[in-house]
């Protein structure tokens, strides 16, 4: 594997092979990305908890026929393609002391612009998610605009972890090899806040839930407030969060990204006030945004990617694509607003919208006030289909200690603040997510369909220890 083979996309592109990243170990993911990536390979990083046969499906789509393994796959893989084990390469050995492997990313980045770099398979709501598809050039600008708002020298260290098969995990070891900084790994089987203690880094990304679970335990507080910067994203960061961690004098950054953009679009600034920090913060550098009459968020620049990749349905040849307005900006699928100041609040996604009695349910404007209540860590709505013309709000709500703050309570300070309509119907407890940035909104709509079928015909429901009438 020490030189890649040449395959053709359609539009004339050459492009180095495509190799995945199969390792539930994070550290040994990262080396094998490195490696990869300098011998000019297209890295496809893959989440471990997918099993076979939808990996298999992802690799497919993208004609993937190669992987780097650190030990044997799912049972259920049968997926044609060649298997090689880690040992197989030549990995960097200390990577995480300035190692020159890291540094080598961007050595020939003017000829090396255009280079596909990755490929990151996005959530979708058909089921078969997106493929990303970065340039090393994308990922230099991005830095680059990251770098200059969040100060990262040769003397920091950034801890990652949040896995590589997101855009937050991988767009560390760029930022590592723009700034010439180290990195640190959580090691498999210790939490954050161990990996805090451990590595004593200067800077680590998290996302909300994790930054409030080391919060409330209280035992890493001294390791958040010796940090230079707590980068926060992935998801939306509810009001009571940032209040929290601006109590606790954390230096907080809070931003706004998408895969698309590779990673950050704005970020707050050092120092922001807490009026700030409840914002998505200002625009980063090399990148461009606007809000449409709509209010819908649209972005463009530098960091933008260089196309959905996709497999043609005649003889299976790849192409990339990408729907641009005339000005060569990207829909987000977001939604919100820039105030007079310039920072960006975002107040939703409009894909994930319904319609309930005529009128519009946002999910995130339920959520928001579900979550500024004390003793709720994590709340998602989604919508119910009770026949083909109605579609009807439930929630999925994970506490601190629901018998000591009780649901009817929660119930009766949510209604002092949403419309009748806007009240979910139905609250279910929170399930095992395996996803690490967020919730699946789908499976967490297929699962409250399955239980309310089920129960359709019984008067109440019982979630921990407390009943809930139907409406």
């Known amino acids: 594997m020490q030189h890649a083979e040449k395959k053709k996309i359609s539009g004339g592109i050459d492009a180095g092979e495509f190799v995945a990243v199969f390792s539930g170990n994070l550290k040994t993911a990262v080396k094998i990305a490195v490696s990869l990536i300098n011998k000019r390979f297209t890295v496809v990083p893959l989440n471990p908890a997918l099993g076979g046969e939808r990996i298999g499906k992802y690799l497919s789509?993208?004609?993937?026929?190669?992987?780097?393994?650190?030990?044997?796959?799912?049972?259920?893989?049968?997926?044609?393609?060649k298997i090689f084990d880690k040992t197989e390469m030549s990995l960097p050995g200390e990577l995480f002391?300035?190692?020159?492997?890291?540094?080598?990313?961007?050595?020939?980045?003017?000829?090396?612009?255009?280079?596909?770099?990755?490929?990151?398979?996005?959530?979708?709501?058909?089921?078969?998610?997106?493929?990303?598809?970065?340039?090393?050039?994308?990922?230099?600008?991005?830095?680059?605009?990251?770098?200059?708002?969040?100060?990262f020298s040769k003397k920091d260290k950034w801890l990652i972890v949040l896995p590589i098969y997101h855009i937050s995990g991988l767009s560390v070891i760029f930022r590592a090899a723009l700034s010439g900084g180290e990195i640190a790994v959580k090691e498999p089987g210790m939490g954050i806040s161990e990996a805090l203690e451990a590595n004593r880094p200067s800077h680590v990304s998290l996302v909300p839930h994790q930054l409030r679970?080391?919060?409330?335990?209280?035992?890493?507080?001294?390791?958040?407030r010796r940090l230079k910067a707590v980068l926060i994203g992935g998801a939306s960061m509810p009001e009571s969060l940032a209040e929290q961690a601006y109590e606790y004098g954390l230096n907080l950054f809070v931003s706004y990204g998408s895969t698309e953009m590779c990673s950050q679009i704005t970020c707050t600034r050092d120092k922001d006030s807490l009026k700030h920090l409840k914002t998505s913060g200002r625009l980063l550098r090399h990148r461009e945004i606007?809000?449409?009459?709509?209010?819908?968020?649209?972005?463009?620049?530098?960091?933008?990617?260089?196309?959905?990749?996709?497999?043609?349905?005649?003889?299976?040849?790849?192409?990339?694509?990408?729907?641009?307005?005339?000005?060569?900006?990207?829909?987000?699928?977001?939604?919100?607003?820039?105030?007079?100041?310039?920072?960006?609040?975002?107040e939703g996604r409009r894909d994930i919208s319904f319609r309930y009695k005529a009128e519009k349910i946002y999910p995130e404007e339920i959520e928001k006030v579900f979550l500024k209540i004390k003793g709720i860590k994590e709340a998602v709505v989604v919508p119910y289909k009770k026949n083909d013309y109605e579609k009807i709000p439930v929630i999925f709500i994970k506490t601190d200690n629901i018998?000591?703050?009780?649901?009817?309570?929660?119930?009766r300070k949510a209604e002092?603040?949403?419309?009748?309509?806007?009240?979910?119907?139905?609250?279910?407890?929170?399930?095992?997510?395996?996803?690490?940035?967020?919730?699946?909104?789908?499976?967490?709509?297929?699962?409250?369909?399955?239980?309310?079928?089920?129960?359709?015909?019984?008067?109440?429901?019982?979630?921990?220890?407390?009943?809930?009438?139907?409406?």
């Open 290 to 346: 606007k809000v449409n009459e709509k209010k819908n968020i649209l972005a463009k620049g530098q960091t933008l990617f260089a196309g959905y990749l996709l497999k043609n349905k005649d003889g299976g040849r790849l192409s990339l694509e990408k729907k641009l307005d005339g000005e060569g900006y990207f829909d987000t699928g977001d939604y919100g607003y820039l105030d007079d100041e310039g920072y960006l609040h975002v």
């Open 213 to 224: 679970e080391l919060l409330n335990d209280g035992k890493s507080i001294d390791s958040l």
């Open 416 to 471: 002092k603040e949403l419309e009748p309509y806007k009240f979910p119907h139905y609250f279910f407890k929170w399930p095992d997510c395996s996803e690490v940035l967020k919730p699946s909104r789908e499976e967490m709509q297929k699962t409250a369909q399955e239980i309310i079928e089920k129960k359709i015909k019984e008067r109440f429901f019982y979630i921990r220890n407390d009943y809930f009438k139907k409406k």
């Open 403 to 411: 018998d000591k703050y009780g649901m009817a309570h929660i119930k």
């Open 97 to 151: 002391q300035n190692n020159s492997e890291i540094r080598n990313i961007f050595r020939n980045i003017r000829s090396d612009c255009k280079r596909y770099a990755n490929i990151i398979f996005t959530s979708g709501s058909s089921g078969m998610p997106k493929a990303v598809m970065h340039t090393l050039g994308n990922h230099y600008y991005s830095s680059l605009g990251s770098n200059a708002n969040i100060k």
């Open 61 to 81: 789509a993208v004609g993937c026929s190669k992987i780097v393994s650190d030990g044997s796959m799912p049972a259920d893989f049968s997926y044609e393609c």
